[in-house]
């Protein structure tokens, strides 16, 4: 089956082509996907100047892009509409402007070439994306899971008990992850998207040089909001005030009159790190408090800061010091952010619900996952 997959529920048009196969053998059903082409068409360069995403702006570019990146996608696999079997489309959760766009776009081609259509949960589609980069299939044996999905829109932690059946067990009161990343570097003057930004600079840190020159200004432990909460909620927002008054604070201390290397004197990569560590204890305590509670046999770390090296790193780390006897699962780095090979293969998974009554596909904003 060729499945064309298509996201916009935020800032990058994704269209990718998937061929799907099923075989079954001795050992089971295996499941093999075949990506033929996943075009990303990245919105960085309209949103930097804001240091966030601009929905209306998003939208606008999406409209844009859309069709030439379908053109392309089409043209790398080597295939025409006419060889699609089913279109996949993001139906939400995210930005109503931008989803829009998308499921539109969609449902036109569907009607114009008569073919099934399938509306896609976004979070779901991250948390398959980190499934099958690792090229496990889908047996009882890797569930119950517990997938926490931190991209810049979303925190959310996922309890799957198998495919299709999800809980959220705790999420983001406020800001997302990603979205506290974006809004530090915004407030450091750093570029956008602000988690390579801060990744970036976090790792100068961790250099000779850079580590003498800072270690001049001893920088005070950041809160680690609710990390000693019950709860599997998260809050960011508040991070992002602490760093605000820390520049103040140090800015003042030390008679500084900038935070960049002026008087050679950089305090921008340490504060970089100890931002970076916040967010990393937090998602780590908190996924794996909760994969003991459910007994999890697998932690999936999935979204756009999954593409956090030092995330991963240590998320890898810490299970294997806890002894824990889970598989952990992060998408290859390609996967990780938004695309369309991701929404094409969790459509194929759900196609059971595909149709030609392309008004009951509608974007929702507020999409939820379980
Ligand atoms: O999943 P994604 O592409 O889009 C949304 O659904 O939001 O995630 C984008 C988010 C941005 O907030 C970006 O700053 C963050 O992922 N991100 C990172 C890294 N790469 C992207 N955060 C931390 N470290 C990274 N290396
Ligand atoms: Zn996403």
Redesign the pocket.
Known sequence: MLILGIET????TGIAIVEADERRSKRGLTRIFNIKSNIVSSQIKTHAPFGG?VPNLAAREHLKNIEPCLKTALKEANLGMKDVDLIAVTAGP?LIPSLLIGVNFAKALAYKYNKPIIGVN?IEA?VIAAILSNSIQYSRNIFPAVALV?????TQLVLMEKLGKYRIIGETRDD????C??KV?KLLRLS????????KEAAKAMTNDQFLISNQIPIPKLPRPMIEHKNYDFSFSGLKTAVLYLVRDIKQKYQLFSDRAKDGINIIPKICAEV?QA?IDVLIEKTLRAAKEYKAKTVILS?????????RRQFELKIKSEELKTNFLIPKLKL???NGAMIAITGYLNRKQMTKKYDKIRANANLRIG
């Open positions: 529920s935020c800032d990058d995403v995210g976004h991250h931190v991209s810049g829109g979303h997302a992850a990603g979205e990343f974006d570097a956008y998207p602000g988690g390579p930004a801060i990744a970076q967010i979204g756009g800061v999954a593409a956090n090296s030092e995330l990780c952010t938004d």
